[in-house]
């Protein structure tokens, strides 16, 4: 009899999803790019508030009058529902297979092989045409070396 080996907690293993190629990556973009634009705004925003709101909060003269207070909570609130569809866009790549840097610098990653090492193909807004940079799996956006297509190897 053969039994099925499982995991210690009995959760099911996630599926591992397949390498993308600099062809795969690219047919992607499209739809990478738009999601990309969206947080790229939503990511200008937030940060607009949040500095907003860390000088508002620092005026004494603000802290106890009701006018403050309401139009502060409508932009507390706000920043709420930005967060949230930020982090909604991060969810959407994730389902996609990719990774966006963090912190969000509009770079993101597919993951791939390269000399049968995991590594990423990396793409970003200010990107010519298409995916044209690499790094390994830890280095920095600055770090991306040019693409050459002899190099992937799966």
Known sequence: MVHAIQNPDDRPQPAIGQPFTADT??????LVRRIVADMEHLNETVECKRERLDAIDQLPETINQPDYQEELADIRGSLVA?????????RELHALGV???????GSVDFPTVI????????????????????????QLT?????????????
């Open 25 to 30: 990556a690219a047919k992607m973009l499209p």
């Open 82 to 90: 930005e967060e949230e569809q930020l982090q909604a866009c991060v």
């Open 99 to 105: 990774e966006p840097h963090i912190p969000f610098d």
């Open 142 to 154: 600055s770090e991306r070396q040019k693409l050459d297509s002899e190099i992937l190897k799966f």
């Open 115 to 138: 000399n049968r090492r995991a590594a990423r193909l990396c793409w970003h807004p200010d990107d010519d045409d298409g995916i044209e940079y690499w790094h390994e799996v830890d």
